[in-house]
């Protein structure tokens, strides 16, 4: 098959993906193989090609949001037929023993694998997961709108949910990219009033089109104190600037895998109970959640398509924030 190999981590701007030929991959009983149609590109993939999530295998196919077809069935697969659409999301297995797992936290297992890091991804013609941790794409979404939700949205599903926020409530976006552009939709199809601190004229211009309130810089202060934010950009110094905009008892939800340094700062704008928590991963059970929404609603997913060969180009795009909305590999070309 064709796919795209990291062989060690480099600054994107060095294309350190290479284009060419890989072995086919061969599931392993209780798995599936699936023809990628298409890949989504997510911020994570940014991290695993330049090393800040260190490597695990090399080379290293990258890729976490994967819509295709199931080609072919091991013994023991039997979720799913020949023909059928699915999406491989980051969450590849978890042992399914450990504390953790036991106690429905299966996003924090103690021994999880993760597609596109420590096993091969979907920047690929080809690619293996296992049945249990595959999903059902819904009908009404194309392939290239399917991709982002399989990351982008289900992680961004998960922050939503950790936020706490309600009908009628206040909530910002630090960040606007792949996963705010969805994860603003199903804010306010649950009736929160959404803001968007964001760089650049073009995310805060798409903010305003999706129905948010307030479009400003990361900077600037949102006009109104807030009862939850999500910072989605992987920049630790708006962590003090978030919480600064947070209403007492606020929360503050970190959605990244990466973030630079969290500069110190004052206790008062901790004080009077707000609350920082991070987000890792997510269970079967937000995704499967997540894309029973993402129909309901429908979302729309605004996607650039990059053809598998041109990785490298697409996440430079990414890194310098030239995509608006996702960024999404076309890899039947
Ligand atoms: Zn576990
Ligand atoms: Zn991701």
């Given at each position: 098959m064709k796919a795209c190999l990291l062989h060690s981590p480099a600054p994107v701007e060095r294309n350190p993906l290479e284009f060419g030929d890989a072995p086919d991959p061969q599931p392993a009983p209780g798995e599936v193989l699936v023809r990628v149609k298409m890949c989504g590109i997510c911020r994570t993939d940014l991290h695993v090609v330049e090393g800040e999530l260190p490597?695990?295998?090399?080379?290293v196919i990258p890729g976490h949001q994967i819509v295709g077809v199931v080609e072919k069935l091991r013994e023991g697969?039997?979720?799913?037929?020949?023909?059928d659409r699915v999406g491989i999301p980051w969450?590849?297995?978890?042992?399914?023993?450990?504390e953790f797992c036991r106690s429905?936290?299966?996003?924090?297992?103690?021994h999880p694998t993760f597609t596109g890091w420590t096993v091969d991804g979907g920047y690929a013609e080809l690619a293996v997961a296992p049945e249990d941790f595959v999903y059902a794409i819904p009908n009404s979404f194309a392939d290239q709108h399917a991709a982002p939700l399989l990351c982008a949205g289900i992680i961004g599903f998960r922050c939503l949910r950790l936020s706490g926020i309600k009908r009628g409530g206040r909530l910002a976006f630090y960040g606007f990219g792949a996963a705010a552009h969805i994860a603003v939709q199903v804010a306010r199809h649950w009736g929160a009033e959404v803001y968007a601190a964001t760089r650049g004229a073009k995310h805060q211009q798409l903010a305003l089109q999706l129905g948010a309130v307030w479009a400003g810089e990361a900077t600037e202060a949102p006009p109104d104190k807030l009862d939850a934010a999500i910072i989605?950009?992987?920049?630790?110094?708006l962590v003090p600037q978030a919480l600064g905009a947070l209403k007492k008892g606020g929360v503050l939800v970190l959605g990244g895998i990466h973030m630079s340094p969290i500069p110190s700062f004052d206790y008062h704008l901790l004080y009077q109970e707000r609350v920082i928590r991070s987000v890792a991963n997510n269970t079967r059970i937000d995704g499967e959640d997540f894309l029973r929404v993402a129909a309901e609603i429908p979302i729309h997913s605004q996607t650039t398509l990059y053809p598998l060969r041109e990785a490298n180009r697409a996440l430079n795009d990414l890194k310098s924030d030239r995509v608006n909305g996702a960024a999404v590999l076309d890899c039947t070309r």
């Open positions: 490597p695990k295998k090399s080379p697969a039997h979720r799913f037929k020949i023909g969450l590849h297995s978890t042992d399914q023993t450990c429905g936290a299966e996003n924090l297992c103690d989605f950009a992987p920049a630790g110094e």
